[in-house]
């Protein structure tokens, strides 16, 4: 079977240096301003003929200002030098037409120009998000989940302002600085060149400036990133911060976050506010020379005012567009920060890859539910260290096994291996004979179930929650699945019944309510695998016997692998496989096992005594006749 070598910048074993303050790793090959544009114009597809739209309103914008300074030239040259008033209405009228036309374009511009910006932002964030998806479970291990977000919020944006608002600055820009220079050289062509000399210390200087900048940028997308990671996990931890007391800490880690932001932030704003500053001398200095040479000019009857006035304005006009092209050199230069975090994301491979419509099974089929391993060899993308090694067995339809062991055996591994989160390195993972790698993955996990550990709750109402195991679930379905879990009674107990809103963390519903309602979903979503990790983690003995019986309705039927510790629940599997180090090293029923004095026997005797007595046993074997039996 195959196995993903080919390993990403994110899987490496070598990982690069962490920044000691943001804790985010300091990329060592930074990507260009070309390069990082190249990587995300594409996602301007579909909305390029508004981007030629936009490049023709910039181009009508510059001409209709060019317009009007030559008619503001022809006016005072006519109707104010001479002191004719008749001759003010025709200019005055076609000035002001040239105006109202520069208004209507650079409005028509300036709204199509957020507009496709708005668009580009929504289609770079949704195929992040997507890609996002597709990662292993990993990927999410090795990155913190609020820098996650701030990726997919703040940096989407800094690449915004490079591909889409960037090249509509540009444009813009570019159209002023031909127009102007070329109405300014026609003027007056030698006056014009002296003036232009500015222009190469002009960008030299914006080069200058470019380093230092990206330098600051980076550091400050990650200081974001390495703030929204600190909200985000004690937003999540704050039942822990606040019992151990450690909102201090919490703050000082916020802190010390903020203060990073806080100093890339002031030393960004000193790097183009002296850049600006720079600039403005530069261009007060063009003036003063413009004004002592057209004196100069005029007094030798070379130039009459209208004419230098004109020139003046034309000069005046040039500079703010170069000047916002030497801005836009500077925000491509910060947003190719933002660019290469999110290219961290993008260029993240996923562990595995979906054969989609090249399936060898009928795609609307349900599956029988044989599960099979072969032989399967696994370790994690990254680690060396062999996680599943010679592993084979086989869960025959309807049939419930439970698999245990020590902790680090290898039992969730196996679980990720069955939902085809990872491909074996060697070995073959099957469903009703068909290696799953040859299945599509829609397919593979419709029909496989999986209750995690910690239940999966949506933001959103119990009735959404339970439904969303069939989309096209009806409020009977909805309910009936919810009897068959018992879990109607306390939803109908709520004030807002199955309307009531309920949230990870947040939610008002005990652990065992919470199973009961997962359950109820997996009942909905009827799949002809089940697969249970852990399911009375976290639950009392009362609470644990409490879902067992709709577990047991649930498991009905259906091939049911159980990941567990639990021994209780072992007593009545069909099979229980024991794992120790990655190997499958016991297998049998739990009186077989229990008879061969092997890891199960010493398992289940040490679990039995877990306060120097023998009262979860009693307490174990009372318990059976109730609810422990899954048969
Ligand atoms: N993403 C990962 N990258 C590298 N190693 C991992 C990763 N996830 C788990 N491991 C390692 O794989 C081994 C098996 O872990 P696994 O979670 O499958 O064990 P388990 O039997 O389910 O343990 P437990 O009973 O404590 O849940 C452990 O040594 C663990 O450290």
């Known amino acids: 079977m195959r196995f993903h070598s080919s390993l990403k910048r994110s899987d490496r074993t070598e990982e690069p240096p962490e920044d000691p303050v943001t804790d985010v790793p300091i990329r060592t090959d930074p990507i260009s301003i070309l390069a990082s544009f190249r990587r995300f114009w594409p996602l301007t597809r579909g909305d390029r003929r508004w981007l030629i739209v936009i490049f023709l309103c910039a181009v009508l914008a510059a001409l209709a200002e060019t317009i009007t300074v ?31 036309a520069g208004a209507v374009v650079g409005y028509l511009g300036s709204s199509l120009a957020v507009w496709t910006a708005e668009r580009f932002v929504l289609r770079l964030r949704a195929r992040v998000f997507g890609h996002l998806q597709t990662l292993p479970p990993h990927f999410f291990q090795r990155n913190r989940r609020g820098d996650l977000v701030e990726r997919l919020t703040g940096d989407v944006e800094a690449i915004e302002a490079l591909v889409v608002s960037g090249i509509v600055g540009a444009a813009s820009a570019l159209f002023g600085t031909i127009f ?3 109405a300014a050289l026609l003027l007056r062509w030698d006056l014009a060149l002296a003036t232009f000399v500015m222009v190469p210390v002009l960008l030299v200087v914006t080069r200058g400036f470019a380093k230092p900048l990206r330098a600051v940028s980076r550091r400050g997308r990650a200081a974001d990133g390495a703030i929204t990671a600190v909200v985000e996990e004690t937003l999540v931890n704050v039942v822990m911060t606040q019992a151990y007391n450690r909102q201090k800490d919490e703050e000082d880690r916020l802190s010390s976050k903020a203060r990073l932001r806080l100093r890339t932030a002031v030393k960004a704003v000193r790097l183009t506010e002296f850049y600006e500053q720079f600039i403005e001398v530069l261009e007060t200095l063009c003036v003063l020379t413009i004004i002592g040479l057209g004196a100069w000019e005029i007094s030798a009857g070379r130039m009459t005012l209208g004419q230098l006035l004109a020139f003046a304005a034309f000069i005046g006009y040039l500079y703010p567009p170069i000047r916002s092209l030497g801005q836009l050199g500077l925000t491509a230069t910060a947003a190719t920060a933002g660019a290469e975090r999110l290219l961290e994301i993008l260029d993240a491979e996923p562990s595995v890859t979906d054969p989609g419509d090249s399936v060898p099974v009928p795609e609307r089929s349900r599956a029988l539910g044989e599960v099979e391993a072969r032989q399967v060899f696994f370790h994690y993308p990254g680690s060396s260290e062999m996680v599943l090694r010679d592993l084979s067995f086989t869960a025959s339809p309807g049939e419930l096994l439970v698999i245990t062991g020590p902790s680090g055996a290898g039992k969730s591994t196996l679980a990720a291996l069955l939902l085809r989160f990872y491909d074996p390195e060697t070995g073959t993972v099957l469903l009703d004979g068909v290696s799953v790698d040859r299945m599509s993955l829609p397919y593979l996990r419709r029909n496989i179930t999986l209750l995690p550990q910690d239940t999966l709750v949506l933001h959103d109402t119990i009735e959404e929650n339970i439904g969303c195991g069939r989309p096209d679930a009806s409020h009977d379905d909805v309910e009936r699945a919810a009897r068959a879990a018992d879990a109607h009674a306390f939803i ?81 599997a069909d099979r229980i496989l024991v794992l120790d180090e990655g190997r499958l090293v016991e297998s049998g029923t739990h009186t077989q096992l229990l008879g061969r004095s092997g890891l199960y026997a010493t398992l289940f005797e040490r679990r039995s005594r877990p306060h120097n007595g023998t009262a979860y046993e009693s307490a174990y074997k009372s318990a059976r006749p109730s609810g422990i039996h899954w048969r």
Do not use: C, N
């Open 70 to 100: 030559l008619l503001f030239a022809k006016l005072t040259d006519t109707a104010l030098q001479s002191g004719d008033v008749s001759a003010f209405w025709k200019p005055a009228g076609q000035w002001l037409a040239v105006a109202v």
């Open 180 to 182: 102007y220079a070329g």
């Open 492 to 572: 109908e107990a709520l004030p807002e019944g199955y309307d009531t809103v309920i949230s990870t963390g947040t939610s008002r519903l005990s652990g065992g309510q919470l199973q009961r309602i997962a359950i109820a979903r997996a009942m909905l979503r009827d799949a002809p695998v089940l697969l249970l990790d852990e399911p009375t983690t976290g639950l009392d003995r009362l609470a644990a016997e409490r879902i067992l019986e709709p577990l047991r309705r649930l498991a009905r039927g259906r091939t049911t692998i159980v990941i567990t510790h639990d021994l209780a629940l072992a007593a009545d």
